[in-house]
C-alpha cells in the first residue's frame, strides 16, 4: 500500500486529486490536509511514501515545504505540483529535494504514472524539459531570475508585504499607514510588476521563496 499525504489550501482540488487517485488504484491511500503548519501532526503519527504539495499557499510554499520534508523527513518522496508553468521551478524543485513534478492539468494516468514513479525512486520528464536538460539549458525559475538581478524592496513595501503577511485588508494597511486605500493599492500594483505575479498571496510568497521577507511572515 502506497501512503500518499496530499498538501493544499484549496480543499476542492485536494478531493478532486483523492478521487481521482482512488478511482483508478487501489493500493494507494490517500489523507489530506489543507495547511502545510499542520503536516507534522499526520507524518509523527502515521508513516507516509509520498507527500504530493501546491506550490502556492499562504502559509508555507511549496518549496519550502519540501525542503522541510527532505529536512525533517527524509524517507518521505515529495512530489511538487502546480497551475504555473513547472519548468520555471524546476531546479528549485530538485534543490529544494524534490522528487517530482506535475502541472495541476496533468491527466489522471499522468499523475497516478507519476506516483508510481517516485515511489519506486524514478523520475519522469516531459520530453521538451529532457531536450532542454540535454542542451545544458537548466530551466530557472520567475523567482531565482528575480533573484540574480537583486530586487530590493524599501522599508515601506516590506512592511506591506508583512502585513498582507498579517492578514490586513487593503483598507486597514492604508489605515495603518496613514494612506489612501488607492494608494496603497497603486503601490501594489508597481510591487507586482516588480516581483512578477498577480496577487496578494503570490507576491508574498515570492518574497519570502527570493529571501525578500522573513519566511515567519505568514497569512493569519
Do not use: W
Not at 503536516?39 to 503519527?45: A, E, G, S, V
Not at 504514472?113 to 537548466?138: A, F, H, Q, W
Not at 530590493?152 to 487593503?170: P, R
Amino acid at each position: 500500500m502506497i501512503e500518499i499525504l496530499i498538501v493544499d489550501d484549496h480543499l476542492v482540488i485536494t478531493k478532486g486529486i483523492k478521487y481521482m487517485i482512488l478511482e483508478k488504484e487501489t493500493g494507494i491511500n490517500v489523507d489530506i490536509v489543507s495547511s502545510p503548519l499542520e503536516i507534522d501532526k499526520f507524518l509523527t503519527k502515521k508513516s507516509y511514501d509520498i507527500l504530493i504539495t501546491d506550490l502556492y499557499m499562504p502559509e508555507m510554499n511549496g518549496i519550502e515545504l519540501t525542503k522541510k520534508v527532505h529536512r525533517e523527513y527524509p524517507q518521505i518522496k515529495v512530489i511538487v505540483y502546480t497551475a504555473y508553468d513547472i519548468y520555471k521551478h524546476f531546479k528549485q524543485i530538485m534543490d529544494a529535494g524534490g522528487a517530482g513534478l506535475l502541472n495541476k492539468t496533468c491527466s489522471e494516468e499522468q499523475l497516478i504514472t507519476t506516483i508510481k514513479c517516485v515511489y519506486r525512486g524514478e523520475i519522469i520528464l516531459p520530453l521538451d524539459l529532457c531536450r532542454t536538460l540535454s542542451e545544458g539549458n537548466i530551466p530557472i525559475s520567475e523567482s531565482e531570475s528575480l533573484n540574480v538581478r537583486n530586487i530590493e524592496l524599501s522599508d515601506e513595501e516590506i512592511s506591506i508585504l508583512q502585513d498582507i503577511g498579517k492578514g490586513l485588508t487593503n483598507e486597514n494597511i492604508a489605515k495603518k499607514m496613514f494612506m489612501s486605500r488607492r494608494t496603497i493599492e497603486y503601490k501594489l500594483t508597481k510591487l507586482f510588476k516588480r516581483l512578477n505575479v498577480t496577487s496578494r498571496n503570490e507576491a508574498l510568497n515570492q518574497a519570502k521563496i527570493i529571501g525578500l521577507i522573513d519566511e515567519k511572515s505568514d497569512l493569519t
